[in-house]
């Protein structure tokens, strides 16, 4: 992710502040309601753009919102949710009547809550200084979640590092995780007990399950046979899911991830994006070979992916290099355009043929052999093509 693609983000919580600044000042129910609903459009595109913009965008709207709620500048809110940022302002330093204030649990019932508590009407000037400080405050967290990213780049190109040593690869999961400590991929911690210091990740991932579906009062008195039909036909699963309180936590839950699930990280040759090989077989399960030099990402706006354009570039910049494979491209297509113009002379399986053993000749040679084998090449295309 380049540090243009940002803009993006900052253009949509641009929009995000003017929404919810907009729906704080209005007087009309009907407009407040209409632009909560648009709020949590834009979280989607949001969240589109990465996921990790979830903490951040959450912290966002929490600052506006409570912001006009209190009439204080409520910078304290970035540092309760762990974004640990420095803010040059004065003006904006976190007020201490917050410092002990333990807040609203963040949920969709008392967001909405706080979202239509009434104001008092505030003045134009008023106005200003909020969307200053929101613009301040927007551009602390997109700069929060740039370094972030880096970070995160950092530790998973130390494990790509190691990740396709065959020594790393066989270690058990346990090994794996001192190791990386070891290497700084995770904070070292240490506590001191007796009879020695223990190591520890200083983990809270909590595990939930939740389902997008829920069954009607009349479904539920179903016999089970007729329950599981329903769970069949509508594939209503529960999934497992991890609840993050920040981002740094999600940094160390991937990376955990990465380390138990054995994954191999390469760096693209063509785009130098790291990634995980995928399968080329139908079994998702299976994971992908270690020597993929290409990822699966588009590239630019050219609409292939790197795994097309590299090889491709490769095979290019190899004939480029080689006078061997250049007279094989020329006699190869020359032979092309003399099957495709007269195919009653010249069969499909008789220039098949003759590329087969055009391609073991050009095996067969090195570039200082060259002269030699334009000799056996053109040899061999006058024994398929006699006129």
């Known amino acids: 992710m380049n540090y243009e693609d940002f803009d993006k983000l900052k253009t949509m919580y641009t929009g995000l502040i003017e929404l919810v600044c907009y729906a704080k000042e209005t007087d009309s129910e009907d407009e ?45 809110l970035l540092f309760k ?8 302002n004065s003006k904006y330093y ?56 880096t970070d995160l780049k950092e530790r998973l190109e130390l494990i790509s590092k190691y990740s396709n040593n065959s020594l790393v690869r066989n270690l058990s999961v346990p090994e ?30 909590k595990t939930k399950y939740i389902c997008d579906t829920e069954l009607s009062f009349e479904e539920r008195r179903l016999d089970v046979e007729k329950i599981i039909e329903i769970i069949k036909e509508k594939h209503i699963v529960a999934e497992e899911v991890y609840e993050l309180q920040n981002t740094e936590e999600q940094i160390r839950f ?25 399968s080329t077989s139908n079994n998702p399960n299976q994971k992908g070979r270690n020597d993929q030099k290409y990822c699966n990402n588009l590239y630019l706006n050219t609409g292939k992916t790197c795994k097309q354009i590299g090889a491709l570039n490769k095979q290019k910049e190899k004939v480029k290099n080689s006078l061997i494979l250049k007279e094989y491209n020329r006699e190869y297509k020359r032979m092309h355009g003399l099957h495709y113009n007269h195919l009653k002379e010249f ?19 090195m570039d200082e052999q060259l002269e030699k084998f334009k000799i056996e090449l053109k040899k061999l295309s006058i024994t398929y093509w006699k006129k």
């Open 32 to 76: 407040k309601m209409d632009c909560f609903f648009k709020m949590f459009q834009i979280v989607r595109a949001c969240l589109d753009f990465s996921p990790y913009t979830h903490f951040y965008t959450q912290v966002l709207i929490d600052i506006i919102i409570k912001t006009y709620n209190t009439k204080v500048f409520r910078s304290d």
């Open 176 to 205: 794996k995780l001192f190791l990386y400590e070891t290497k700084r991929v995770f904070d070292i911690r240490y506590v001191n007990t007796k009879p020695a210091h223990a190591l520890f990740l200083d983990t809270k991932f």
């Open 94 to 149: 976190p007020s201490d009547i917050f410092r002990e204030l333990e807040e609203d649990e963040y949920t969709t019932q008392i967001l909405l809550m706080k979202w239509v508590q009434e104001i008092d009407k505030i003045s134009d000037k008023k106005h200003n200084e909020y969307i200053k400080f929101f613009e301040t405050m927007r551009d602390l967290l997109i700069e929060n979640l740039i370094e972030k990213k």
């Open 254 to 278: 991937e990376l955990f991830k990465v380390i138990q699930n054995n994954f191999t990280i390469n760096k693209c040759e063509n785009c130098g994006r790291l990634f995980i090989p995928t």
């Open 347 to 365: 069969k499909e399986k008789q220039f098949k043929e003759w590329s087969k053993k055009a391609r073991q000749l050009r095996d067969t040679y």
């Open 81 to 88: 949710s762990q974004i640990g940022v420095f803010i040059e």
